[in-house]
C-alpha cells in the first residue's frame, strides 16, 4: 500500500509552511495550496482562509514542545487527511483544523478582553457553516476532557465514530502528524544506518566492529528516546483499540492512514535502536544478547497479550508499569528511570517494532488486553 507522504516530503511541507507563516502578511492561499498538495482554488476556500487567520492569531507565537510553531499541526493535520481522502469534504477539513482548539486554546492562555474576542470570531465563522452542530460535535469528541485517561477518551471517540465514521480518519491523521513530527529534532549521524542490515550483522556475522560514526552523541532533543517509546505505546493502544472495533477497515482512506501510522511509529521504533546501538551499547555481545532476548519474546507471541508485571521476562508488564501513569509526575520519573537503562529501551524498541509490524502485516493483530477500560493483564493457564 502506498505511502501517503514520505518523511523528507513531510519534513519540507512543514518548513514551507512554517516559512510562510513568517510573511507579512501571510499569503494564506499558499500556505492552502500547501495543505493541499498543490491543489488551486475550490468551494469553501474563504471559510478555510478564515479559519487559518483565527489559528494564526489565537495560536500566535506558542511552539510545540520540539520547538515549530503549534498552528503547524493543524494544518499538516488537514493536509495529511486531504492526501488521504478523494475530495475530501470541507466539513472533516475544518474538523481537522480544529480538533485540539478546546484542549489548546482555552480562556486561560488570554487576557480576558482578547479571549472574549477570539470567541466571539471562532463562534461567528464556525455557525455560519453548514452543519456547524455536526462539526461541534465532532471537534468535542475529539477533546480530552480535564482528568480523563487515554483509554476513556478513545473509548469516547469510538463511540462517536459510529455516528460519525470520518472522525477516525481524522484521529489517525492526528496521531500521524504527531509521529511523524518526531523526526524534527533528529539529526542525521544515523540516517544511512540500515536498521535490518545492522541487526543482521550482529546476529550473523564474527567481523561486525559496530558502525562508526564520525561525530559524537547528538545533542539529546526535549523529546528523547523513552519520551518517543511513549508516543509509540499511545499509537499502540489506539491502533489496538481501533482493531478490536473494526474500525480500521471503514473504507480505503482509513485503512491506508492506519497503515501509515503503523508504518511510521514502526520507523520511529527502529530509529531509536540504530541510535542506541550506534552511540550507547556498542558491543556486538551484548547487542547480539538483546536481539536474542527479545527475538525470543517476540516470537513467542507474547507481544500480543498484555502481560502483569511478575512473569518472569523483564518485558512483561511494560506497558502498565512504565507508561500506564496517569500522574504526570510519577509518569516523567518513570520514563526517566527508562531513559537510563539503556539496555531496557532497547528491548523495549524490538518489541515496539516486531508490534507495529505485525499491526501492519497481519489484518487480525491486535494486543489483548487493551480496551477503553484501560489495560487488562492476562495470565496464561
Known sequence: MHTIIELQDFMVLSATINYQLTASPVNWYAVLTLARDGTYRREGDEELIRLLEYLHEAYGTSTRRLGPLAVIHPIRTAALLYRTVPDCPLSDLVTALLHDKEEDLTADRYHPKVWKRLEARYQGEIHHMESAWRMQERIDALTRRPAEDYFGYLGRVMDAAEASPDIVRIKLADRLDNTLDLSVDVRSETQDVDCF????????????????????????????????????????????????????????????????????????????????????????????????????????????????????HRLDGVFDSVFNIPDRKKLRVSLDNLYADKPMMSLVA?????????????PAFFIEGIDPAGLHPRTEP
Open 350 to 362: 524490538i518489541a515496539m517494532a516486531a508490534t507495529f509490524s505485525s499491526f501492519r502485516n497481519d
Open 197 to 312: 542490515e545492522l541487526i543482521f550483522d550482529v546476529l550473523f556475522t564474527s567481523s561486525h566492529l559496530g558502525q562508526q560514526m564520525p561525530l559524537r552523541h547528538p545533542v539529546t532533543g526535549r523529546i528523547n528516546g523513552s519520551r518517543r517509546l511513549y508516543q509509540l505505546y499511545k499509537n499502540a493502544v489506539f491502533l489496538s483499540i481501533l482493531r478490536q472495533r473494526g474500525k480500521d477497515r471503514l473504507d480505503e482512506p482509513t485503512t491506508r492512514l492506519f497503515q501509515a501510522l503503523a508504518h511510521s511509529s514502526l520507523r520511529q521504533a527502529r530509529q531509536i535502536l540504530v541510535h542506541l546501538f550506534v552511540f550507547h551499547i556498542t558491543s556486538t555481545h551484548h547487542q547480539r544478547a538483546l536481539l536474542q532476548e527479545a527475538l525470543e519474546y517476540c516470537q513467542g507471541e507474547r507481544i500480543a497479550m498484555v502481560h502483569p508485571v511478575e512473569h518472569p
